[in-house]
């Protein structure tokens, strides 16, 4: 065999290394979209929806300002103290549709004013009965209360009002730039919800 077949049968300088390269690469990015693929659905399917739901159903608001009598409790005057606050009511919503009984153990209003967040925390039923006791001319926005302290059975769906109180004045309740709602679950992640619609004011 001549020099010049022996030429011609030999492959171009690199050319089996070029080759070899270029299956690496695509074997590569295969693996890579594959790999990622998996990740995604890993999440995907590992993700579940949160056990509990809600919505705020309605939302109204009574600001109020008092001032005491100016004698304590023996007759004896003293100085008299203004109060203003805002009493609110709220109508909520909540679903259990997780598989397990969840456990409310706290209700929190968050209003965001000009210095920051206030809150404040739900009445329990019993504060709440008490509160129309104290306005008797609030009794036509009387509901069926709702517990802070509330086990929500399995697909179980529980509806009521609550009520929370803020010590400020009507002015700057009106001045707020946002409220929100906090229902604390013991062993899992708070729900947040907000009102969808406008605040009555009464």
């Known amino acids: 065999m001549s020099l010049l077949q022996q030429d011609s049968k030999d492959q171009a300088p690199g050319e089996a290394y070029t080759r070899g390269t270029s299956h690496v690469v695509v074997a590569t990015v295969v693996a890579t979209v594959l790999v990622s693929i998996a990740i995604a659905l890993y999440i995907y ?3 579940k929806p949160p056990a509990s739901v809600g919505e705020i159903i309605d939302v109204w608001a009574h600001p109020m300002h008092t001032e005491s009598s100016g004698f304590d409790a023996n007759g004896a005057e003293i100085p008299k103290e203004e109060i203003d606050q805002v009493l ?6 909540l679903h259990n549709q997780s ?8 209700i929190m209003a968050n209003a965001t004013l000009a210095d920051g967040v206030h809150s404040s ?17 609030l009794a036509q926005w009387h509901a069926t209360p709702i517990s802070p302290d509330l086990t929500i059975e399995p697909g179980e769906t529980k509806e009521g009002t609550f009520a929370c109180s803020f010590r400020m004045p009507k002015t700057d309740w009106e001045a707020r730039k946002n409220l929100d709602y906090s229902f604390n679950f013991q062993y899992m992640p708070s729900l947040t919800l907000a009102p969808k619609g406008s605040i009555t004011e009464h």
């Open 45 to 47: 399917m590992g993700q």
């Open 88 to 93: 609110l009511f709220t109508h909520v919503r």
């Open 99 to 106: 598989k397990q009984p969840i456990f409310l153990h706290r």
């Open 121 to 137: 925390y739900a009445a329990s039923p019993t504060d709440y009965e008490r509160i129309f006791k104290a306005y008797p001319q």
